[in-house]
């Protein structure tokens, strides 16, 4: 079975400020995705950026990047300029069977903004 | 169509008694999820629907958990004799089958079992 590991459960950091948020997974599978899930207080989960396994690039997305270290199953976030709005719950989640499998999240890690 | 609508919000029961959820999903994804969250946990997957047919259920749907999706298009949650560890946040969540396998999230239905 897939388990997704994020071994901070919080984090903190000054506004317009870089934070790295660290997940690891464990799979044998070689075709699957790998998600950062977004969940502000008490609002719904919005997708913040997506990685397919077999690309090499990082994924980017405006202020947040990912570093996908497949060999070390390894998936970091890392979140340029933090801005009071990007405070949250931060889930790293797996896909696997080609990303069509139910996704498999990790604990979590909150986010605090300090202005 | 303004995304995946779950209903209700929030719903409290006394132990014991069933309880349903519904979730509309994106009008054209022909994928559905169900999910539970506990209190700082991540949501845990539950089943899966493609259409109408569910392709997969985790081993957390006791036989208390039912869910169907009659026509491919809403989907409800059964949940019969409560107890209280049964007290999380249902979440509902859709996908396209062509379009990247992104998940879109409803905002949950809140059960609170006493």
């Known amino acids: 079975a897939q388990t997704v590991t994020q071994s901070q459960p919080e984090m903190s950091v000054q506004e317009a400020e870089t934070v790295t948020l660290s997940c690891t997974y464990d799979t044998s599978e070689s075709d699957y995705y790998l998600f950062w899930y977004k969940q502000p207080p008490s609002r719904q989960m919005i997708l913040v950026i997506r990685q397919e396994a077999y690309k090499q690039q990082n994924a980017t997305e405006n202020r947040f990047s990912v570093n996908f270290q497949k060999a070390a199953k390894s998936f970091s976030l890392k979140i340029s300029d933090s801005q009071l709005g990007d405070a949250a719950m931060y889930f790293c989640a797996y896909s696997g069977g080609g990303g069509a499998d139910g996704l498999t999240f990790g604990k979590g890690t909150h986010l605090i903004i300090q202005p | 169509d303004t995304g995946v609508s779950q209903n209700p919000r929030h719903k409290i029961t006394k132990r014991g008694q069933n309880v349903t959820f519904r979730c509309d999903p994106i009008?054209?994804?022909?994928?559905l999820y169900w999910y539970r969250q506990t209190l700082g946990q991540g949501p845990e997957f539950l089943t899966y629907?493609?259409?109408?047919?569910?392709?997969?259920k985790s081993r957390l749907l006791s036989d208390r958990f039912s869910a169907e999706r009659p026509k491919g298009s809403f989907s409800t949650l059964e949940i019969q004799r409560t107890e209280q560890g049964d007290s999380a946040m249902y979440l509902c969540a859709s996908s396209a089958r062509d379009k990247n396998t992104e998940a879109f999230f409803g905002q949950g239905t809140r059960l609170t079992v006493v």
């Open positions: 629907f493609q259409n109408e047919a569910q392709l997969e």
């Open positions: 009008s054209e994804h022909n994928r």
